[in-house]
């Protein structure tokens, strides 16, 4: 009878660790699959830009320092390496792309060109897309944190080498709206 006993606890702890586990891993894998989602959607962002920079090169010539900002953080948000580096750098990236527009309404002609409509909506729709993919991304990050800190997973999770996740954050200097001066010097 307590062989039973033993056997039935035995068993018992035996899929408690496998539930929570197996929740670990589906939290994990929810979070790596949202990550995904924005790492789609910031690589399509890097695809328009250059063609964005060229429809506005030929109306504004003299705007070749935002051109030169745009492309150098472009190229920082694609070489950047940890989720932190990354966020950091679409950012910033973000940032330039509103002084792009900025100087972009400076020039009735090019306001009204198809080609630059067409790219300046394809680009707000993709960051509408980035917004809603770090929305989930973060709501993913949220769950799976808690997951690993809470009893009786917090002891599992540690066992089996899970680790908290950086949530993608908006850095405060990017909160603020654009500042463009047009006054000559």
Do not use: C
């Given at each position: 009878?307590?062989?039973?006993?033993?056997?039935?606890i035995?068993?018992?702890?035996?899929?408690?660790?496998?539930l929570?586990?197996?929740?670990l891993?589906?939290?994990?894998v929810?979070?790596?699959?949202?990550?995904?989602?924005?790492?789609?959607?910031?690589?399509?962002?890097?695809?328009l830009?250059?063609?964005?920079?060229?429809?506005?090169?030929?109306?504004?010539?003299?705007?070749?320092?935002?051109?030169?900002?745009?492309?150098?953080?472009?190229?920082?948000?694609?070489?950047?390496?940890s989720?932190?580096?990354k966020?950091?750098?679409?950012?910033?990236?973000?940032?330039?792309?509103?002084?792009?527009?900025?100087?972009?309404?400076?020039?009735?002609?090019?306001?009204?060109?198809?080609?630059?409509?067409?790219?300046?909506?394809?680009?707000?729709?993709?960051?509408?897309?980035?917004?809603?993919?770090?929305?989930?991304?973060?709501?993913?990050?949220?769950?799976?944190?808690?997951?690993?800190?809470?009893?009786?997973?917090?002891?599992?999770?540690g066992?089996?080498?899970?680790?908290?996740?950086?949530?993608?954050?908006?850095?405060?200097?990017?909160?603020?709206?654009?500042?463009?001066?047009?006054r000559?010097?």
């Open positions: 009878m307590i062989m039973w006993i033993i056997l039935a035995i068993v018992v702890l035996i899929i408690a660790v496998a929570i586990y197996n929740g891993v589906r939290s994990k929810r979070v790596d699959e949202a990550w995904s989602d924005i790492d789609v959607q910031l690589k399509r962002r890097h695809d830009i250059p063609n964005l920079i060229e429809t506005v090169k030929g109306y504004a010539k003299h705007e070749k320092e935002i051109f030169e900002k745009v492309t150098e953080q472009r190229t920082r948000a694609m070489q950047a390496g989720l932190g580096e966020g950091k750098a679409e950012n910033m990236l973000s940032g330039t792309l509103k002084s792009l527009f900025a100087v972009a309404e400076n020039y009735p002609d090019l306001k009204a060109n198809e080609n630059f409509l067409k790219l300046q909506d394809e680009l707000t729709d993709t960051e509408d897309k980035i917004q809603a993919a770090r929305r989930f991304y973060n709501g993913n990050v949220r769950d799976y944190n808690t997951k690993i800190r809470v009893f009786p997973t917090n002891i599992f999770a066992m089996f080498g899970y680790t908290a996740r950086e949530f993608f954050q908006v850095e405060e200097s990017d909160k603020e709206p654009v500042k463009v001066d047009f000559e010097e």
